[in-house]
């Protein structure tokens, strides 16, 4: 197998995808102590402003990777238990019998059965992820709202479950990781974000890394771009955006280099136990948000093309924004990809996403980062 860091060929094959049609893009390739920086394209498109391998940026779900390993210290401590129900910590956030059969683990695995709140909250959402229903327009309505994370678990827990508890294939629920922050909060006597801080970001010394509060993101960054399946058009920038429609399942900002470190760490113990990273790499089949079934773990899941090594990880999207971190599983190979629009793909008349030469440059990108 031809691991090699092939500075051109990532050159090469990350001007492709900007080439493609994303505005810019930016990342971090790592073999061993060799290390790849690279971007292309821009950070604004209104004045030509260009990305930069150091940039910070919101990176989505992969927020939960860290929500994860913080809930799993606290099980290591003895303050939560992996198996145990919801409702002997938070009954009255879930009441009743699903309260006492939905555990922990089935939040952090998303095979909980519990719904995900966003097309409540996003009222214009309503049959996401049927997108053929669905509008942009209540993203611009919300730009500045501040969600309660109590109201939000409300939505999800009183919409119809779309799983029996421990059932599979699980589903993909926002809601499960806003119940897992108001279980961190409950245990530690502190906010998950100065929680999760102290113990997962600063642990791992990341440098560039925060829970904000706020809708603003500090530092070198790029506009985000918001196509909404070309509902949007041209794509409007929503890198201004208060985060609390997510809270720490998904608001994570970050920079590439910062995101290879923490994933570093990760698989090499220094989080979690190695008995915790066992566990989170015991997998599940989950229904994503695409509407894809996928292998998933406690905050991690793999990625492997047919005879290659098994890569781990998580990816995260916001509205504009998205991101890719995987580390290969013996720990030497490593990628973190940021790219500043998203939903670039178009409707056919069914609601189905179609091709788009993104997909295809991005798709490349990353097996010459993860495979050489």
């Known amino acids: 197998m031809n691991n090699r860091l092939d500075c051109a060929a990532l050159d090469a094959a990350i001007e492709n995808v900007h080439r493609a049609g994303m505005p ?48 799993l210290q606290q099980v290591e401590s003895g303050r939560i238990g992996l198996d145990t129900p919801i409702g002997r910590y938070l009954p009255k956030l879930v009441p009743g019998e699903r309260g006492d ?4 683990r089935m939040l952090i695995n998303h095979t909980s059965g519990l719904a995900e709140y966003l097309p409540y909250a996003y009222p214009s959402l309503k049959a996401f992820p049927a997108l053929a229903d669905t509008g942009p327009q209540s993203l611009d309505d919300h730009r500045f709202t501040r969600f309660d994370p109590t109201d939000l678990i409300e939505m999800g827990v009183t919409a119809p479950a779309v799983g029996a508890p ?35 970001i600063e642990r791992a010394g990341l440098r560039d890394t925060e829970l904000p509060a706020g809708p603003y993101v500090d530092g ?5 771009y918001e196509s909404w399946f070309g509902m949007i058009d041209p794509p409007r920038d929503y890198s201004v955006y208060d985060m609390s429609w997510v809270g720490p399942s998904a608001s994570l900002i970050s920079t ?22 066992a566990q989170m790499r015991r997998t599940v089949p989950v229904i994503s948000q695409e509407g894809r079934t996928i292998d998933y773990g406690l905050g991690l899941h793999p990625m492997e093309d047919p ?33 500043n ?32």
Do not use: C
């Not at 590439?256 to 915790?276: C, E, H, K, Q």
């Open 220 to 224: 070198p960054h790029s506009q985000l």
């Open 256 to 277: 590439v280099t910062d995101l290879n470190r923490f994933y570093g760490m990760l698989l090499a113990g220094r989080i979690v136990s190695p008995s915790s990273l």
């Open 166 to 200: 421990g059932g599979t294939p699980g589903v993909y629920s926002n809601t499960n990781y806003l119940l897992l922050v108001e279980l961190l909060e409950q245990v530690t006597g502190t906010t998950a974000e100065q929680y999760i801080t102290r113990n997962v």
């Open 307 to 339: 005879g290659q090594a098994t890569f781990w990880g998580h990816g995260g999207t916001v509205w504009g924004g998205g991101a890719l971190a995987m580390i290969r599983a013996d720990g030497k190979r490593q990628m973190s990809v940021a790219v």
């Open 24 to 71: 810019g893009l930016f990342a971090e390739v790592r073999d061993g102590d060799r290390v790849w920086r690279g971007a292309a394209g821009v950070a604004d498109v209104a004045t030509g402003r260009p990305v930069t391998a150091g940039m910070r940026h919101r990176v989505g779900s992969i927020t939960k990777t860290f929500t994860a390993a913080a809930v």
């Open 101 to 104: 059969t939905i555990t922990v």
């Open 341 to 372: 629009l998203q939903r670039w793909n178009r409707l056919d008349s069914s609601g189905k996403p179609q091709p788009h030469p993104i997909d295809d440059a991005l798709a490349t990108f990353h097996r010459l980062a993860m495979y050489g």
